[in-house]
């Protein structure tokens, strides 16, 4: 098999993948989403999916959840020298925060992502401690989308399943005589554990089409090679290599099929709405037109002619109105779900006040888990920079103290937010009521300006095949 193979869990998830991304940006009105009628020429079509405006209520749901993760700064506790590092984690002047922050925002949009911890391509001992530090020759983080990790394999050592190999397709800019113009292309990061030690090779497709290993190294601190690959995968509720389901997956959907059912709604409203007038009995001159409104007057002879407007009646339309109703409502639960433990919707306010919020809520899993997956990358990091990496701490907020709002409410709140009828306040202010807010947030205006930190800040460095 050639380096460009694909895991079969990989090639069956990519198109939910694809559908999030989607999504979330809104680019909806396609073929595959919203299907032509028939006949249907392709202006027709464009014309047909170009009323209607998509509601994004999957986008505005993961920017509110995003904000509740970070609504309370991460509890951190790290060595000097690691902090030092973390201020600029990814060699590209990204901070640990703002990596933590793409983290979730990957593991919300499509539910996995990966982080490698990586070298420098020179040797390090071939400076002096200074000149290292100044040239930034240290470990480094750099985070893959999860269409970017297209092939890996566990191995059983010592009675454990340990990760064996990890295929990353990378995207680069290779220049031409044309100094404004590159030639984008592929190539393929394999990490390897070859004969108990992590390798690290690179693979570039040759003009044959053939694949070449252009770069092979074996890893080390100080003379200590690696057992392991450096390499973190994120998931919603583990850190394993198996691939798990989109948290906003059943979200998107509906929030497509809202969209198909808008469309329908325009392109019946487009030909429906305005009355169209009829005249029968009148042959009229063949080049004659005739002409509406209150300073035009029709002339017909023929007793029997008969004039008018054709109106639509009928329950078609809104049947389409019900149905969108009913999405919506439907995506305002979905969204409040995330937040909330299923078993407790079903329960009285009252029970649900005794109980803690969040419990097994999706929320609260991909909370956990990337802080777990930060604070094992970070003892790669550690290891590779001779840093004591023993009880490091990294810890996203996982109390959402939501028990004092009925589901039934907090539906309503996210539904509001999905459509743009209701700000973010609602929630600040329901949150400040049920005493999530920090010290440090002391005013609305300190909270939107959280929410706008927790928007993706860390582009990957590597764009999807």
């Given at each position: 098999m050639a380096v460009n193979a694909k895991h079969p869990e990989y090639s069956k998830n990519l198109t939910k993948w694809q559908l999030m991304r989607d999504a979330l940006a809104g680019e909806v009105a396609k073929e595959k989403y919203v299907p032509k009628l028939s006949d249907q020429e392709a202006e027709e079509y464009s014309a047909y999916v170009g009323r209607a405006e998509f509601y994004n209520a999957t986008a505005r749901t993961q920017v509110a959840l995003t904000g509740l993760l970070f609504a309370k700064p991460p509890k951190v506790e790290l060595p000097e020298a690691l902090k030092t590092i973390g201020e600029n984690i990814s060699l590209d002047d990204d901070s640990l925060e703002a990596l933590a922050k793409n983290i979730a925002d990957e593991c919300l949009s499509v539910g996995r992502c990966g982080v490698l911890v990586d070298l420098p391509s020179v040797e390090k001992s071939d400076y002096s401690k200074l000149e290292a530090e100044r040239l930034n020759l240290r470990a480094y983080a750099t985070l893959y989308k999860a269409e970017n990790i297209i092939n890996w394999k566990t191995t059983k050592i010592n009675g454990s399943n340990v990760t064996s190999l990890v295929v990353l397709a990378e995207t680069y800019a290779e220049p031409t005589q044309d100094?404004?113009?590159?030639?984008?292309?592929?190539?393929?990061?394999?990490?390897?554990?070859h004969e108990g030690y992590y390798r690290q090779r690179v693979f570039s497709e040759t003009k044959a089409g053939n694949f070449e290993v252009v770069s092979e190294i074996y890893p080390s601190a100080n003379g200590q090679k690696l057992g392991y690959l450096p390499f973190t995968f994120f998931n919603v509720n583990d850190l394993k290599t198996a691939v798990e389901k989109p948290p906003l997956l059943d979200l998107a959907k509906i929030n497509i099929s809202h969209f198909r059912?808008?469309?329908?709604?325009?392109?019946?409203?487009?030909?429906?709405?305005?009355?169209?007038?009829?005249?029968?009995?009148?042959?009229?001159?063949?080049?004659?037109?005739?002409?509406?409104?209150s300073t035009a007057v029709w002339v017909i002879n023929d007793p029997s002619a008969k004039v008018g407007f054709l109106e639509f009646s009928g329950a078609g339309l809104s049947t389409l109105e019900n149905r969108i109703a009913v999405k919506e409502k439907r995506m305002s639960i979905l969204g409040a779900r995330l937040l909330l433990d299923e078993k407790k919707t079903a329960e009285a306010t009252e029970t649900l006040q005794m109980r803690k919020s969040g419990e097994n809520a999706v929320l609260t899993s991909v909370a956990s888990t990337i802080s777990e997956g930060i604070v094992s990358f970070l003892k790669d990091i550690a290891f590779f920079e001779n840093i004591a990496g023993?009880?490091?701490?990294?810890?996203?907020?996982?109390?959402?103290?939501?028990?004092?709002i009925e589901p039934q409410l907090l539906a309503q709140i996210i539904a509001g937010i999905q459509s743009g009828d209701i700000p973010?306040?609602?929630?600040?202010?329901?949150?400040?009521?049920?005493?999530?807010?920090?010290?440090?947030?002391?005013?609305?205006e300190d909270y939107q300006a959280k929410l706008e930190q927790a928007a993706p800040q860390v582009t990957p460095s590597d764009e999807a095949i």
């Open positions: 100094e404004f113009v590159d030639n984008i292309k592929t190539r393929y990061r394999v990490l390897d554990l059912s808008e469309v329908d709604l325009e392109h019946g409203t487009h030909f429906t709405a305005l009355p169209t007038p009829y005249v029968t009995g009148y042959q009229g001159e063949s080049s004659e037109k005739l002409k509406i409104g023993e009880n490091l701490i990294y810890e996203i907020n996982t109390d959402y103290n939501l028990t004092m973010n306040e609602v929630l600040y202010d329901a949150l400040l009521k049920g005493e999530l807010m920090p010290k440090t947030i002391q005013s609305y």
